[in-house]
């Protein structure tokens, strides 16, 4: 009986830890009501600057978790320089990616995509090729969205696991942006 109280006891305690943080919940909702047009009661920098705290603190035990703070911060900010656009900090997107995947393995709805989305964003502004072509930009010149660089090596097999498009669609939907260009 004495083992079977414990084990008991040690799922409720784990059940307890993994309880979602309210907190990230409440910030990628602001983050997501922001993209839809509502005025935004803090910045995305200070979004993503209590997401970062909430991290290093330990505070993002559940999967759902996971895919809040990823969710804020893959949207860490880009600027124009020197004729490209570059993001700020590519590195929030390559600690997105990994907590996106955290939150696919945990069986979130729609974390398979962003795993896709995210790699792409970091790649695509630190080496300037994408894997799977979830990444557009719009040519400064003619206005035009282009995919950023496509991995060729990348099959479509692949990129089906993360529900993104056969390269083939992708190139009939978007033209692909030239490397060196």
Known sequence: MSKI????????????VKADNTELAQLAAEDQAVRAGTPDPRSDDARRTRVL???ASGNTASPQDSFNAALVLQHTGLVFC???IKSLSAENYLLAHFLFKRAMAGGIKGANYLVAASIDRYL???V???RYGTNRLIDQDTGKELLVPIDRSVTDA???IYGVESLQQLLQRFP????GR
């Open 5 to 16: 109280l414990s084990v008991l006891v040690l799922i409720v305690l784990s059940t307890s």
């Open 176 to 179: 692909e942006k030239q490397k």
């Open 158 to 160: 692949e990129r089906a």
């Open 124 to 126: 695509s502004f630190t």
């Open 53 to 55: 705290e909430l991290i």
């Open 128 to 130: 300037g090729q994408q």
């Open 82 to 84: 020197d004729g490209e």
